[in-house]
């Protein structure tokens, strides 16, 4: 059995942080006094202008606050939708951590339509022993309803955390990943050594895909599990597993 510790992030607009409220309220206050200003100075014409710019100004010295997977202030988005950590009976920890989307392009195969949806996952090893993965997933896996289905297309490509804020994670020519089955890896299976993770993608290819996806891997015993959320589908494939060595 495992117990689980679960983390969900999301990205802040220019908010989370006491200095940095403060930081924007002394920015809204000095933009408000020039503004007054501008209404005995200027001509209403002039006036719409001069407010104009100030807006533009603002909106260019406000920017953006993302919050880390550490919780702390980044000038970039990590991409992290959800990090658990699992631990056994035996205290040996494990961490699974799961991005958001990229994507939403479409890719033709066969006569259908798909929209694809770049993920990357990591599973650390916190233990002292080694863990061995393995995943794979059926060829077609449904949601609630036969209407919509989806293919997982795993890549030869190896995903590194230098890609994060690339379009797409880094991962091109998409649509081949599909077509071309010579490109797929059918499953993945490695061996992750104490205080090692291993990152890789998880391409998926959804048929009439409802909007917002979202995806990550669960744990139970030992088992894995994929739940992916398309709009109001949603769906739990087994998909393999996970085995502590020693």
């Given at each position: 059995?495992?117990?689980?510790?679960?983390?969900?992030?999301?990205?802040?607009?220019?908010?989370?942080?006491?200095?940095?409220?403060?930081?924007?309220?002394?920015?809204?206050?000095?933009?408000?006094?020039?503004?007054?200003?501008?209404?005995?100075?200027?001509?209403?014409t002039?006036?719409?202008?001069?407010?104009?710019?100030?807006?533009?100004?603002?909106?260019?010295?406000?920017?953006?606050?993302?919050?880390?997977?550490?919780?702390?202030?980044?000038?970039?988005?990590?991409?992290?939708?959800?990090?658990?950590?699992?631990?056994?009976?035996?205290?040996?920890?494990?961490?699974?951590?799961?991005?958001?989307?990229?994507?939403?392009?479409?890719?033709?195969?066969?006569?259908?339509?798909?929209?694809?949806?770049?993920?990357?996952?990591?599973?650390?090893?916190?233990?002292?022993?080694?863990?061995?993965?393995?995943?794979?997933?059926?060829?077609?896996?449904?949601?609630?309803?036969?209407?919509?289905?989806?293919?997982?297309?795993?890549?030869?490509?190896?995903?590194?955390?230098?890609?994060?804020?690339?379009?797409?994670?880094?991962?091109?020519?998409?649509?081949?990943?599909?077509?071309?089955?010579?490109?797929?890896?059918?499953?993945?299976?490695?061996?992750?050594?104490?205080?090692?993770?291993?990152?890789?993608?998880?391409?998926?290819?959804?048929?009439k895909?409802?909007w917002?996806?979202?995806?990550?891997?669960?744990?139970?015993?030992?088992?894995?599990?994929y739940?992916?959320?398309?709009?109001?589908?949603?769906?739990m494939?087994?998909?393999?597993?996970?085995?502590?060595?020693?």
């Open positions: 059995m495992y117990s689980t510790r679960e983390e969900r992030f999301q990205f802040l607009s220019v908010r989370g942080a006491k200095n940095d409220k403060k930081v924007i309220l002394l920015k809204c206050n000095l933009f408000y006094v020039l503004w007054i200003s501008l209404q005995a100075l200027f001509p209403i002039m006036r719409v202008l001069l407010t104009f710019i100030l807006f533009l100004l603002y909106l260019n010295s406000s920017g953006k606050l993302y919050l880390n997977s550490n919780r702390q202030p980044s000038p970039k988005r990590d991409w992290v939708n959800t990090k658990v950590i699992y631990t056994s009976s035996t205290k040996r920890s494990t961490i699974f951590t799961n991005s958001l989307p990229k994507g939403g392009g479409l890719v033709h195969h066969n006569g259908k339509e798909y929209n694809y949806f770049i993920f990357w996952a990591s599973i650390r090893n916190e233990s002292d022993s080694p863990l061995e993965l393995q995943i794979k997933f059926p060829k077609l896996n449904f949601f609630n309803s036969d209407k919509s289905h989806f293919k997982v297309a795993f890549t030869k490509t190896k995903m590194t955390f230098d890609k994060v804020q690339d379009f797409d994670y880094g991962l091109t020519d998409i649509p081949s990943l599909l077509n071309i089955e010579s490109n797929q890896l059918k499953s993945l299976k490695c061996r992750v050594l104490p205080k090692n993770e291993y990152l890789f993608y998880i391409p998926i290819f959804i048929n895909t409802k917002p996806v979202r995806a990550e891997f669960i744990l139970k015993d030992k088992k894995l599990f739940k992916i959320t398309a709009g109001t589908d949603s769906v494939v087994p998909c393999g597993g996970i085995n502590f060595l020693n």
